[in-house]
Structures are given as C-alpha cells and as structure tokens.
C-alpha cells in the first residue's frame, strides 16, 4: 500500500474519534494505523472493507486515552475479518464460518461434548454472532483485545456452559462434592443411612465452615476436576499456591468433617472409629484418586 | 463486580488480568457458582499444557510425581524447613516419609552451604536408630534440593493428639518419657535437636510417641555462635515464613533465644515447654515478643497452673527445674530427668487413677440422676422452636399467599407433633421404663436431629419454591430414625 490508504484512513479515524482535544493524528498513530490496515488486508486478501467502515471499526475500540498503545494492540485481522461480516460480505462471512470449525470446535471437543453437541453450540454461537439475539448482533462486541480465535473460543465455551447449566443446574456443586464426597468413601457407601445421614450433615456443616475461596477450590477440584495447573491461572497464583490452598482446604474440611462427626455421635463405637478414618482417607486419599480417574 | 464478560474471561485464560482486575474476579467467583463453572470449562477447554518435569518445588508435588525411586501419595505436612510428603518407596515396597526442601531456597549460595550440612547430618542420622526417633533411612540431593526419606508414621502430632484425645495427666508423662527417651539416646551420640516442641513429636497409630525431625533443623545454627549482644546474627524464627526457620521462638531455651549454641541442656529446656504446655494447657512463659520472653525465663516468672489441675506438685517440680534459665541448673542430662519425671509420676499416679475413676462415677450418676428425677423426658420445645418459630412464622405470612401459609403451618405443626411422639416415645423406653439401651437412644436421637435440620432447610427455601403440597413431599419421615442403631 502507498501513502494515499494511511491518509484517508487516518482522516477517517480522526473524524471517527471525534476528540476535540487531538487536533489531528499524530504521525505514530497514522504509522500504526496503516500497519495494522495491511496486517488485516495481508490476513484476508478477498476481503474488503471500505476505508471509511474499516476506521469507524477502529475507532469504536480504541481507548481514547492511549489511542497508540491500545491501537497497537488490537487484533487486526481478527477485528477486519468480524468488521467485514458485519457489513455484510458473503466472502468474509464464509472465512468466519471456516473461523468457527477451527479454535471453538477444538476448545468443544476438549469438553466432552459429542459431535452432535459440538454441533449444536457452533449453532447457536452463530446465530448469537450473526444474527444478534438482543438487536446488536453479537459480533459487534468483539474488541479486538484478544485473538479473534480465543475470542470466539470463550464464546463457544459460554454458549456450552451455559447449555450445561440448563440441563444440570448448577446452585448445587456442594450437593454434588457431597455425594462424590459419599459416593466414593466405600465405607461410607456401604454403612447404614444413618451413618450416611450423619456424615453427609457433618460434611455440609464442615463444607459452610470453610471459606468461600476454599469451597471454589474444592468446587473446581474436585466437582469440575480441574488440575492444578487449570486452576492456577483462575486465581492468578503459582501452582505451588494453589497446591498448598487445596491441601489447606481439603485438611479443613476433613478436620471439621471430623469435628463434627464427634459432635454428632457421642458414643465411641466400630462404627464411629470406621467412619472417621474412613473420612479422613476419603478426602485426602480416595477422594482424590477418584477424581484423577475422573479427570483422565 | 457483576458475571465475567468475554474480554475479561479471555484475559484470565491468558493470564493477562492486572492484580486489581484478578482480585475482583476472584472475589466474584467466590460468590458466583455459574460463573465459576464457565470459568473451570473455559480452562478446560484450553489445549493441553505441555506436560511439567517434576520439579523441585516443594508444595507443588503432587500425587504420582516420581523422585528417584519414590512415587508421592500424598503431602502429609508443611514442615518448617520444608514440605512433607507420604510417599512409596518402590524398590523396598513400604510407605515413607519424604521431607523436601524447595528449589529456590537452594539457589543461594547461603543455602547450598545449609543444604550441604542437612544433608550430611541426615546421613549421619541414618545411622542413629531408636524405637522413640522417627527413623532417617536416606539423604539425596534431587536437582537442586534435598531429599530426606524418614519412617512414615502413620497418626499425627502430639499437638493434634492433645487436642483431639484430651488425654489425661498420666497419658501425657507416659508420652512425653517416650519422647524424651528419643531425645537421650540422641544426645548420647552427640545430636542435638534444637527444634524440640509438640509439632515435632508424633503418636503412631500403634500408642507410641516419637520425636521427629530430629537434626533437620539443627545443621544452620552449627554456625560459629555469635557474640552476645550482636543481635544480627540470631537465626530469624518468625513461624510462618517458609524460608530457612530454625526453632521456634516460643520453646527455647534463653541461651538459644540468645544465640548461644545449642545444647542437650537446651533440648530439655524446650522438652519441658512442651510439657508444661500438654499439661495445663498453656506454656510456661508469657511473653509477646523475644526479649520479653527472655526476661521472663530469666525471672523465673513460670505461669500458675490451672486451679483444678489434678498434675501432681512432684511432676510441676520436675519441669520447674528443667525451666530454669541457666542450663546448669536444669537437670544433668535428660536421662536425669525422665528418671525424676518417671518416679514423680508414679508415686502419684495409682492414687489419682482411684479418684479419677470415682470422681468419674459420681459423674456419670449425677448426670443419670439428673436425667431421671425432676424430670426424665424434658419436651423437645426449644429443639422445634429453632425449626418453626414465630419470627418464621410471620415471615411466611408476609411472602406466602394467607391460604398457602396456613396450609404450611398445619403441615409443620403435624410434622412436628408426629416428631415430638417420636421423641418421646423414644425417650421414654430408655429413660422411664429402661427398656431401650442408652445407646440405641442417643443413635435415634442424632438421627431425629438430623431430620429437624432436614426439615429447617427445607423452611428455608420456602419463600422461593413453596406450597404445602411440596412441602408435605419433602419433608423426610419421622419413622426413618425408628430403626437406628449403633
């Protein structure tokens, strides 16, 4: 590209931008502007974009107040390829199609979902992008912050979330770390309903003991049967961190468990002296062999 | 802040939130079960991370990792000097203890000199072996830290044991002789311990107490001793941080707090710390910060004890004089001083034994008596008022139609009654007419317990979901506890 393209486009964008303030584009704004315009055209050769569309685009997602560096930042191929289907372009909507099957599809598979699931959410993550579901069609939020690929990744995982949640609500991860918490204690499983019943309300008791931080690291532990490493990231820690919290929290919760349990049945017997060391194994030990077995 | 949007979803996953951007995220997590289950399928849809060597990081071992013919089971303990691991020996196939030290505290030379000497006194530890020392079978430096293999011990610290058992005055000397005849045969091959305290002492699950991380700590403070008054040079022992802590502050002697050397003599200073706070409850020196501490020992300011200790006057002088603030003042060795301990105690011990055991009696009697005389089956009243009180009542009213909520009314107070019956008819078979063992009675009770806090649930959730109808389902039957038994 000549010099004409950084010109109008950088006219463009400074109308767009609107900023009283910035008498003009400086000349690192019109340099990065026309980079990126020729990474995205580089990107997506069959695709066009007006100039005027593409810096009105722009524009919209830029942070105002540090337009080079956040421009800098942008995706470029990424917001052109969603620019142009918003436009319209059949060529730019097909590539976006093609877009779809690659990232999302990846990321679906990695749920467990079946081919007919992994189908049924690039469905409707299509139409939520294209179509728009509340009058501004989704695609219009992308902001180009992230790769277009991980963004539509994040989409697709939402949409498959969320449909999860629909069939499987999702108020009762203690519920269900609580009956894993039974289920897979055999000594727990094959005792009496009473004892069950005992231990399943000392487990609650001892489960509202925790912190908040705790329980979402046991929930994603053990009730998603997330590793370490996934976990880490989430909380923004070093995964020798999040070790350290899920012996922590698993400690606590063993120990209140146990607390409890005395509470409850104060008379010492077989059972009793079963239960507690089975509960003590069960969520150190077996409880998180079973989950790695889950997890694999 | 509100649910995770997709830009900032997307940054967690690329680990690109500014720490404010996390800490709300995290702090919304805590509270948002939806989200934080697009958050765990957002990680897990991620392409798989390329797969970690085991490194010598501490805490981060998890189970499965293998460390030279050692596979992890599980971490049993944070030490002071470092993570504690159970793990499997595979060529011996017998569980062990693996004491870790992190990688990074390695990396200075400071610390490849401590590491050095740990390592070198473990081995000599190895050689040193006592039914009352936690066994040190290997020593191995991993990359750039070392690896001490010890005997597992199934149980846990007598710290635990004396909180959870609430063993009695005699259990406790019992345990502590067998610690402390670890500690003398210790001594008597020229180790000393340095970090003597109830964390480091453990009960197996075979009754036995042992002392346990015998010389790990020790190797730093065989530095030249400092000179008096230099204030520099004595070891940092703040007790959380998990850098290089060599005894604990609130059990030493004053001579170590000072910085002198250690000795056998300090050992036993901080055996009797122990002690004394097994004891009654509480150790014998008060004092928020070192120096303060110091001039307490020094003092010889040592705390009451409790007024109804029942610990006879001859043990409480065996530890005064281990507590004395110089060390020749304390007993010779420590043999010394489990001979006094073991006398003090037994002379006493037959006598206490026969008054415990009456006093128990009378105890159970009174309680017995308690229980059957003014009245034997007291209503269960307030137990059903925590369920289904006024306050309830009325806020059932403001939320539920006037009809539905008489309807949910009747339906608990039925429940109620039917329970109530329950109760007492169970009461009355162990209590009136001693027809029903004790223990049958407790084991129905807990269980009735339990269906009253089934049933406060299950009022709880009215205001959103209820009607009496569903109410009525849920509620679990009373007759279930019926057949509960022990």
Sequence with gaps: ?296 | MGCLDDDTLLALTERTLTPQEQEAVNSHLDHCARCLRLVANAMRALAAPPPEEVKCEGPALVPGARIDRYVIVEQVGTGATGEVYAAEDTKLKRKVALKVLPAKEARSSEHAQFHMRMWKEAQALAQLSHPSIVSVFDAFTFGECVIIVMEYVPGGTVRRWLAERAPSWQEIVLAFLQVGRGLAAAHDTGFVHRDVKPDNMLIGADGKARISDFGLASAVLDEPAPRAGSSIAVPKCELTTTGVVVGTPAYMAPDQLEGARALPASDQFSFAVSLHEALYGERPFRGASRSKLIAEIRARRVCDPPPRSHVPSSVRRVLLRALAPRPEDRFPSMQALLLVLERASRRTGRWVLATLAAVLALAALVSVVQHALPRPCPPPDPLLEAVWDEPQKRALRATLAAESAVEVDRTLSEYLAEWSRAYKEACKATWIDHQQPKRVFFARMTCMNGLLERVKAEVGALPQAGNARALRASLPAVNSCAASRF
């Design chain 1, 1 to 296: 590209m000549g010099s004409s393209p950084s010109v109008t486009l950088a006219k463009a964008f400074d109308r767009c931008l609107a900023v009283g303030a910035l008498a003009g584009v400086s000349r690192d704004v019109a340099r990065a502007l026309n980079s990126l315009t020729e990474a995205a055209r580089g990107a997506w050769p069959k695709v066009t974009v007006a100039d005027e569309e593409w810096a009105r685009h722009l524009a919209e997602r830029v942070d105002r107040k540090a337009v080079l560096a956040s421009l800098e930042a942008l995706d470029a191929a990424g917001l052109y390829l969603t620019c142009a289907c918003l436009t319209g372009s059949d060529v730019a909507l097909a590539a976006f199609d093609a877009e779809l099957r690659g990232a999302p599809k990846a990321a679906l598979q990695r749920l467990h979902l079946d081919d007919a699931g992994v189908d049924e959410v690039l469905q409707r993550l299509r139409q939520r992008l294209l179509l728009g579901v509340d009058g501004s069609r989704g695609l219009s939020h992308y902001s180009g912050r992230g790769r277009l690929s991980a963004w539509l990744r994040i989409s697709a995982v939402r949409i498959a979330s969320d449909l999860r949640s629909e069939k499987q609500p999702v108020a009762d991860s203690e519920e269900r770390l609580l009956s894993m918490a039974v289920e897979t204690t055999p000594e727990i499983a094959a005792s009496r309903a009473e004892l069950r019943e005992h231990f399943r309300t000392a487990f609650r008791t001892a489960l509202a003991s925790l912190t908040a931080r705790q329980r979402s690291l046991l929930s994603l532990s053990i009730v998603e049967g997330l590793g370490i490493d996934r976990i880490a990231p989430v909380f923004g820690s070093s995964r020798a961190t999040i070790a350290r919290w899920l012996a922590q929290a698993k400690a606590a919760l063993a120990e209140q468990t146990r607390i409890q349990l005395q509470d409850r049945l104060q008379l010492a017997s077989e059972d009793l002296d079963l239960l507690m060391a089975s509960v003590r194994s069960c969520l150190t030990l077996s409880l998180a062999r079973a989950l790695q077995d889950r997890a694999r």
